[in-house]
């Protein structure tokens, strides 16, 4: 079974969420504080994000940002969701 990755990356500017659209129709949804950069960032900064890697990585090459999506999935962050977009439930991963 092969790892989701990343197809489409947005930044909800109105909730400040960092958003990334999952090959297995999930999504991961993290707040922009748990990325220094990306909150620092202008709006027009962060809608300049490029895919690399297959979907494995994110860069955001104005701000010199760089997001692992498999470290992502492994739980470096804690707000998660996985399962759709029917389920948009923080999950806490220990």
Known sequence: MHRPVAIAVEIDESTQQLCIHLSNHGELRFPLHRFPRLAAASATQRQNCQI?????????PE????????????????????????????????
């Open 63 to 94: 701000i010199d940002e760089d997001i692992s999506v498999p470290q992502l999935l492994c739980g470096v962050c804690s707000w998660v969701a996985l399962d759709g977009p029917a389920h948009h439930q923080p999950m806490h991963l220990s």
């Open 52 to 60: 690399w890697g297959g979907g494995q990585f994110l860069q955001w």
